[in-house]
């Protein structure tokens, strides 16, 4: 299987990514065969930045072209680059490949140390492979300070050295930086490939798959966690009940608690699944003695409670997180809402919960829907100013009830 089969709906993306990767592997041949030879008109550059909206598949795309740039297969020259088969492209998709290092942060920025880290890491020429890759997924959670050290690297690029930055927007990024990237852009995949890639590649049923794929609107990363993860579902239908349950002040308080409680269980059965695991591992190479319990060696505490700081970090960025997949939600069921008021003829994205739009929509004027959506609009972002969580959900959830 070609790595560009999972690039869901970005046919356009693939043929661009696939034609630099035929000219990367026509240069480092010629470079082998001629190090003196000079690059001649070519379509690959040293810093590509993979814009588009959430669930698009930025980071997807940016492995794939990493895969291909590493890719040794013998036919390459013939089928084109990114088999998804040999050991440059396996490793590279997989995360293992020694010249590809993908940077993906759990928290809420990425640092001037931890970018200094990259851009050291840039300067070396490829151990085996063919290029020396840098897939940084977060390129808008770079600091300013962060940014600067960033542009230095990009502008003055290392030999055989390529940047791909990930962002939803190409404005989530300095300009500077931006300016010296290549873009592309990414769009939403459509409903049906979204279902068919779960069918396919996940082993959903489809009509599960299609259910899933259309109530996120094409959001690949959002329909596979619903469709394979039977408590986030749960988590998602009691959002969808919020609209019903604010016809007092008291449904409002009530429902924002349950909301911020939802969002904190849902980083809590993150935690469960990531945190364990790294404590194991980060105990087993400090030498600790076997056992949950064992001791860990002298001097080595300190890197333990680096590891737990880190892991609240995550923690809190998780929680806010879910909870903008929960307000993100709760947007799509007053959509929903406002095309049945304005007699729109679409289906619902929301169909599971078609007797809650019918109630809403024929209780309400579309004038109260929209103040609704800007409502959603506006709690998201007081999140982003970092208001309390629990107050600006209330906020919300108040001019919920008063539209």
Known sequence: MAVWEDLVGQERVSEQLAAAARDADAYVTAAAADPLAEAG???????????????????????????ALQCVS????????GCGFCDGCHTSLVGTHADVEIVRTDLLSIGVKETRDLVRRAQLSPAGGRWQVIVLEDADRLTEGAGNVLLKAVEEPAPRTVWLLCAPSLEDVLPTIRSRCRSLTLRTPPVDAVAEVLVRRDGI?????AQMARATQGHIGRARRLATDERARARRAAVLKLPLRVADLGGCLKAAQELID?????????????????????????????????????????????????????ATRTQRDSLDLALTDLAGFYRDVLAMQL?????PANTDVYDGLQRVASSSRPEQTLRRIEAIVACREALDRNVAPLLAVEAMTVALRAG
Request: aromatic letters at 4%; zero cysteines; proline letters at 6%.
């Open 343 to 347: 007699g729109a003829g679409v289906q």
């Open 205 to 209: 049923e489809p009509e599960l798959a």
């Open 41 to 67: 008109a070519s379509r690959m550059t040293h810093a590509w930045l993979f814009t588009g909206p959430p669930g698009s598949g930025r980071a997807t795309a940016a492995r794939a072209f990493a895969a």
């Open 74 to 81: 013998p036919d390459r020259a013939v089928s084109g680059p």
């Open 262 to 314: 939802a969002a904190a269980e849902d980083a809590k059965q993150v935690a469960e699944e990531v945190d364990t695991k790294e404590t194991e591992e980060l105990r087993a190479a400090l030498g600790a003695a076997s056992g949950s319990g064992g001791r860990l060696p002298r001097g080595t505490a300190g890197v333990m409670k680096e590891l737990q700081d880190r892991q609240k970090r995550r």
